[in-house]
């Protein structure tokens, strides 16, 4: 059965896990709300910096009147797409704003409703979710990068909106996402993308169903196992190398693409693990035993393929050629950055805070004056680079359905 028809979403309320707060002239200096019950944060977060303050307030101002945010050029007449609000409204979430409460909550609320309506405009057959095409990120990411944004966006907002119409409006567009997601994904478990570096569209929709599935959405697991195998069979444990195919030629990029698949999968399966547990304690008929047996198996070799491609990466933080990426920051490197950082956080240790501390400073030195960050090939929008670089430097504010007693500072 499709995912249109059986989209169930459970009761867990997404933990962005931050109420609402201020972010007036005078932004607040630190979050003061704990993660909602089902997710949590790898470590304690540090206190928000004034360089995300600025930044933040750099793209406040560019919303427009719709809602949407467009690639932040300064052109006045700049089309709003889904893929660059997408990543504008994670970053306020990221921050602690709740959709529809508290100061910018409106300005969320708003661009929400840009997106679902795009989304519910959309038509029943195609993977597209918009009808703006030729956009600076898809020609650089890929066609279908505004569905996979939006599969992630919408994972992070359900259950948080003001009322229980929206909440149910946000739900079915999320369906509607995931069923697109799901009939069109390929054998292999990758999904057709054309673009400069598809690699990182296929992150983030790896990234997407399993953050719908950690929210209780109704992926099917076949479709998530699908993705999670793509991603391990691009990392070749043997050679201690990453596929390139689809990057670019870029090896920040394979490797920042493949981790992040392969870390998602892991914190799904670690939710899965719990209850795979629990039944076979219970299971009598020999033949689902071996089946709960066999897929526990599979989990711990996932597992296995994340600590040899988080050791190969950590062993790679001190070379500034893998870490410049295409040679100069570009939208594509930001969201390297928090692929990578998703990943190393949960890792801990010194392998996080020599990386968190190198990422910090890189993005704090490139920040421009005016508060926001600009890319200096390819995705050169203010608006995907400055939101990705926010989200690269509160990635410590990134929920996650593992225990903070698996990764400590």
């Given at each position: ?24 002239v ?20 540090k ?66 409703d ?12 195609s ?82 169903i ?27 444990k ?49 033949g ?8 526990l198996?599979?989990?711990e ?16 933080l ?92």
């Amino acid at each position: 059965m499709k995912l249109a028809k059986q989209l169930a979403i459970a009761s867990i309320a997404l933990g962005t896990g931050f109420g609402a707060i201020g972010c007036g002239v005078d932004l607040p200096k630190e979050l003061r709300t704990k993660p909602s019950s089902g997710l949590t944060l790898a470590v304690k977060p540090k206190p928000l910096s004034e360089n995300v303050h600025r930044g933040l307030k750099w793209l406040i101002q560019r919303q427009h009147g719709n809602g949407g945010w467009g690639p932040g050029h300064g052109d006045p007449k700049e089309v709003p797409d889904v893929a660059n609000t997408c990543i504008a409204v994670q970053a306020f979430i990221r921050f602690g704003v709740t959709p529809g409460k508290g100061n910018y909550g409106h300005e969320l609320l708003k661009a929400v409703d840009f997106i679902c309506s795009s989304i519910e405009a959309s038509d029943e057959e195609s993977l597209f979710v918009t009808s703006v095409r030729s956009t600076q990120i898809q020609r650089k990411l890929g066609t279908y990068i505004d569905t996979f944004m939006s599969s992630m966006v919408l994972s992070e907002i359900t259950g948080k909106m003001p009322s229980p119409k929206l909440n149910e409006r946000v739900d079915q567009a999320l369906g509607k996402v995931l069923a697109k997601m799901e009939t069109h994904q390929q054998d292999d478990g990758s999904w057709k993308n054309e673009g400069w570096a598809p690699a990182l569209a296929q992150s983030m929709a790896v990234k997407g169903i399993n953050r719908a599935a950690q929210v209780g959405a109704a992926v099917p697991e076949e479709v998530r196992k699908r993705a999670e195998n793509k991603s391990k069979r691009s990392f070749d444990k043997g050679s201690r190398r990453f596929d390139d195919r689809g990057s670019a030629g870029v090896e920040l990029y394979a490797t920042a693409s493949t981790l992040s698949g392969i870390q998602d999968s892991v914190n799904t399966n670690k939710l899965r693990q719990k209850e795979i547990q629990k039944e076979l304690k219970t299971a009598k008929k020999p033949g689902r035993k071996k089946i709960l047996e066999e897929e526990l198996m599979a989990m711990e070799s996932t597992e296995d393929d994340l600590a040899k491609a988080q050791d190969v990466v950590v062993n790679r933080l001190d070379d500034e050629q893998f870490v410049a990426g295409f040679g100069t920051n570009g939208g594509e490197e930001f969201l390297s950055y928090l692929n990578i950082g998703e990943s190393l956080i949960l890792k801990g240790g010194e392998a996080w805070n020599k990386w968190d501390d190198k990422i910090t400073a890189n993005m704090n030195r490139t920040q421009d004056d005016d508060g926001a960050w600009k890319g200096k090939h390819c995705i050169t929008g203010g608006t995907f680079c400055t939101s990705s670089a926010l989200l690269v430097l509160m990635v410590d504010r990134t929920p996650v359905p593992i225990s903070k007693q698996l990764a400590r500072r």
